[in-house]
């Protein structure tokens, strides 16, 4: 059950456009295992970047 629950809420997450992290480090240690991992606010940060175009982009007003 709390696999489950664990699977939905990470599929509700990315519905809403947000990535999951654990996710992210277990792709780096997979297959770019001599790299440096973000930390977790960092890869929020890149993250919210590369959706919103960081630095004042995608804005509207």
Request: aromatic share 8%; glycine share 12%; charged share 20%.
């Amino acid at each position: 059950m709390r696999a489950r629950l664990a699977r939905l809420a990470e599929a509700v997450r990315l519905i809403v456009g947000v990535p999951s992290y654990r996710l992210y480090c277990q792709h780096m240690a997979a297959h770019h295992p001599g790299e440096p991992v973000m930390s977790a606010s960092a890869f929020f940060n890149a993250r919210q970047d590369a959706r919103y175009g960081g630095r004042g982009g995608g804005r509207c007003c």
